[in-house]
């Protein structure tokens, strides 16, 4: 069962940027698709970003295409995303999540996603 512990949340001002980070522990890592996921208070969990298990393929959703970017350290068992031109609407916590070991190919479901992180908070001030 691989845990993943997500961090560089904090307070930024409109049009700044922050890098999250996620590490997980485990040796299954690399053989994972993984996500990014965010949620609003009195919202549902959205799709934000997801990445393959190579990195060679990504998705991202309309609200943040253009300004984030997912990536992923296989020989660090890290995934990041970095977030530019932030905007108060992405105010949320935001969570990784990883597939099932063997689950190469990312999608933007978040029932498809077997593990996540306790979350880090985002705040973009206006």
């Known amino acids: 069962q691989v845990q993943l512990v997500e961090s560089g949340g904090g307070l930024v001002q409109a049009g700044g940027s922050l890098r999250l980070s996620c590490a997980a522990s485990?040796?299954?890592?690399?053989?994972?698709?993984m996500g990014w996921f965010r949620q609003a208070p009195g919202n549902e969990r959205e799709f934000v970003a997801a990445?393959?298990?190579?990195?060679?393929?990504?998705y991202y959703a309309d609200s943040v295409k253009g300004r984030f970017t997912i990536s992923r350290d296989n020989a660090k068992s890290t995934l990041f995303l970095q977030m530019n031109s932030l905007k108060p609407d992405d105010t949320a916590a935001y969570y990784c999540a990883a597939k099932r070991p063997g689950s190469i190919y990312a999608n933007q479901l978040p029932a498809s996603y077997t593990n996540w992180g306790q979350g880090t908070q985002v705040t973009v001030s206006s």
């Open positions: 485990g040796r299954t890592f690399s053989s994972s698709a």
């Open positions: 990445i393959s298990w190579s990195g060679g393929t990504t």
